[in-house]
């Protein structure tokens, strides 16, 4: 079993900041490209950002300059930094990894997902 488990949503004002937070663990041979998706109410699922293995990353235009995606490989973990948060942030953030387990392929693993809301 596989398991990511996001933390550190919540309520923010308007200019504020998050650092949200995604653990990997269990049976884990590799990960491979870690990133954050996005989903507000009645919208499909959005790429927010995300990390590859080498440090490579790519933002939505809507969070350039705003958030900045890292990852541990020590702690298998992925971090997002939220700074000038909007009211347009708003959403249920998820995890999402490459991972592969032993003897077994590479698989898309997801987290159950954060709240962020962003309101005065």
């Known amino acids: 079993q596989v398991h990511l488990v996001e933390s550190g949503g919540g309520l923010v004002q308007p200019g504020g900041s998050l650092r949200l937070s995604c653990a990997a663990s269990?049976?884990?041979?590799?990960?491979?490209?870690m990133g954050w998706y996005r989903q507000a109410p009645g919208k499909q699922r959005d790429l927010v950002a995300r990390?590859?293995?080498?440090?490579?990353?790519n933002y939505a235009d809507a969070v350039k300059g705003r958030f900045t995606i890292s990852r541990d490989d020590a702690k298998n973990t992925v971090y997002l930094q939220m700074n000038s948060l909007k009211p347009e942030d708003t959403a249920d953030y998820y995890c999402?990894?490459?991972?592969?387990?032993?003897?077994?392929?590479?698989?898309?693993?997801w987290g159950r997902g954060t709240q962020v809301t962003v309101s005065s």
């Open positions: 999402n990894a490459r991972i592969r387990r032993p003897l077994a392929n590479w698989n898309d693993y």
């Open positions: 269990g049976s884990i041979a590799s990960i491979g490209t």
């Open positions: 990390i590859t293995t080498g440090g490579t990353t």
